[in-house]
């Protein structure tokens, strides 16, 4: 707790290329069906890959994601995004990718076309 006022959290907003649907359930509610596909997982990644160096970049001590499965990285502060511990961090962000049950995603601004 005596860290939360260093703590700077960010969003990556995306546009989504590939949408989804709302529709009525048989019981009058609504349901979602929507997927990230490949082409927007790639955009989230790339986004996140970014905030992650700008984070570092404005002297971080530390970064992560909501990833499951991928630990806090502790910057070193003599390399920051030099360091080849860095670059394995981003390589494992992206192979765990942001499937279903492995990170928090969720939609802001929702806008669409009708």
């Given at each position: 707790m005596l860290d939360l006022n260093h703590i700077v959290p960010l969003i990556v907003l995306t546009r989504?290329?590939?949408g989804g649907s709302i529709y009525c359930g048989d019981d009058g509610?609504?349901?979602?069906?929507y997927s990230v596909s490949k082409h927007d997982h790639v955009?989230?990644?790339?986004?996140?890959?970014?905030?992650?160096?700008?984070?570092?970049?404005?002297?971080?001590?530390?970064?992560?994601?909501?990833?499951?499965?991928?630990?806090e990285f502790k910057v070193n502060p003599e390399l920051g995004q030099n360091d080849p511990a860095f670059e394995k961090f981003i390589k494992q962000m992206?192979?765990?990718?942001?499937?279903p049950g492995?990170?928090?995603?969720?939609?802001a601004h929702q806008m669409g076309t009708w």
């Open positions: 989504d290329r590939d509610l609504p349901r979602i069906d955009s989230l990644t790339e986004g996140i890959d970014r905030s992650l160096r700008i984070l570092v970049a404005a002297g971080a001590k530390a970064v992560w994601t909501s990833q499951r499965g991928l630990e992206k192979s765990i990718g942001f499937g492995i990170a928090q995603v969720g939609s």
